[in-house]
Structure formats: C-alpha cells, structure tokens
C-alpha cells in the first residue's frame, strides 16, 4: 500500500517568494495535517483538514494557508517567505477525526529560504 | 495550550542495553500518546501509542507506560540494536485524530 506521498522532495527559494507544497494522503483517509519541522526541533502543528474544511489551527502567521481538495488531496501555501519558514513539512494523514485514527506521516518536503 | 516535555535530548547506550526515554504533557484532558521514531531523511513513523484508558502497552522489544495522575509517559525499548538509533519523539493530543503535539525529540544511539 503506498503511505503519504508529497511533493516536492526539496525546494529552494529566496525570501518574499511564494510556495506550494502538495500531499497525498494513504487511500481511504479523509483528514490531512499539516507540521512545520524546524531542524533539530518536533514538529509544531499548522492545520488540520477533514472532509475540506479547516478543523484546526496552530500558531502560524495569516501567510501560512492550506486547502484539501474533493479527492483528499492537500496543498499548503506559504506567502512572503521569511528565512525562518525553512523547515521540514510534514504532512499527516489519518481516516478521521476520530480517537482511533492514528496519523501517518509522509516523508516531508524541505524547504529553505534564502 | 498543551506542552509536551520530553528527555533527554540524546542518549548512548551499548548494543543489548535498555533505553528509557521520558515525556511530560501539561493538559490533563489529553487522553492520546504515541511515540514516533524518525530516521534521517524521512517522516516520523508511527511505532507504539497508548490511551489514557491503559498503564502499560507492549510490542516486542518496545513498551511505553502512562501516569495520568503526573502527567508523564515514557518509551522503554529492551535489547536495543543498531537499527534501532534515531530521534524519538513522544507526542500528546485530545484523540489520535487530532492535532498532536510534540515533544522536542531523543536522539538515540546504539554503538554495536
């Protein structure tokens, strides 16, 4: 079974740039997360979408925004990019909402700001 | 908001020895607590959890056991081998579902 998938693996960009990056959630999962993974630090939540709409919101700047898409599919979008938003993104994926809907995972997109 | 406390930040142990890795949570009404191990270049991946309906939870080599009453958990990985060296992050959320949040990681080495 294929696991989490997102896209890009790793992206450069300069500061005040805009950028989207994509997920794929394991087949048969309505929510996504979203995580932030400054190196060296856990990963620090952004949001959280179910059934495409916005079930939760971490500290994050009005920048930071995401959409989930009718096939469950997820795009997160970060404007006017501060050296600060490098980081590992993580997206997570879990059937529902629900107490046993354990969140897997994909393998994150790293993104550096210049 | 919830805060999650996790230690020791890096820990060394010889192949075959234990390894115990602690977290506390501040919320009292978190009731989810999985462990993730995250090797370089990857994602996190999910390897034990407990609910707070349980103590102790055990899968081979790893357990985890809770104490609701002080508010912390702690990852116990028995006969440890060189695979098993990675950073462990402990984790807590109201339901699995939701939004976790992480402690700031173990990493763990395991010198053959």
């Known amino acids: 079974d294929a696991g989490v998938t997102q896209s890009p693996t790793h992206l450069i960009k300069t500061r005040g740039q805009h950028v989207t990056l994509r997920c794929s959630p394991i087949?048969?999962?309505?929510?996504v997360s979203w995580y932030q993974q400054v190196l060296g630090q856990g990963p620090q939540f952004i949001f959280q979408?179910?059934?495409?709409?916005?079930?939760g919101r971490g500290n994050f700047p009005d920048r930071f925004s995401a959409r989930q898409f009718p096939n469950y599919s997820s795009e997160l979008n970060v404007n006017a990019l501060l050296l600060g938003d490098s980081a590992l993104y993580l997206c997570?994926?879990?059937?529902?909402?629900?107490?046993?809907?354990?969140?897997?995972f994909g393998p994150g997109t790293r993104l550096t700001v210049l | 908001g919830e805060n999650v406390e996790q230690h020791p930040s890096t820990l060394s142990v010889q192949e075959g020895d234990s390894a115990v890795i602690k977290c506390t949570y501040s919320d009292s009404a978190s009731n989810y607590f999985p462990w993730y191990k995250q090797e370089l270049g990857k994602g996190p991946q999910l390897i034990i959890d407990?609910?707070?309906?349980?103590g102790e939870k055990k899968d081979q080599r790893i357990a985890v056991t809770l104490n609701k009453t002080a508010k912390h958990f702690s990852l116990h990985i028995t006969e440890t081998q060189p695979e098993d060296s990675a950073v462990y992050f402990c984790?807590?959320?109201?339901?699995?579902?939701?939004?976790?949040?992480f402690g700031g990681g173990t990493r763990l080495m395991v010198k053959p």
């Open positions: 087949s048969g999962h309505k929510s």
């Open positions: 997570a994926s879990s059937w529902g909402r629900a107490d046993y809907n354990e969140q897997f």
């Open positions: 407990i609910r707070s309906n349980v």
């Open positions: 979408y179910y059934e495409k709409e916005e079930r």
């Open positions: 984790a807590a959320s109201k339901g699995a579902g939701n939004m976790l949040t």
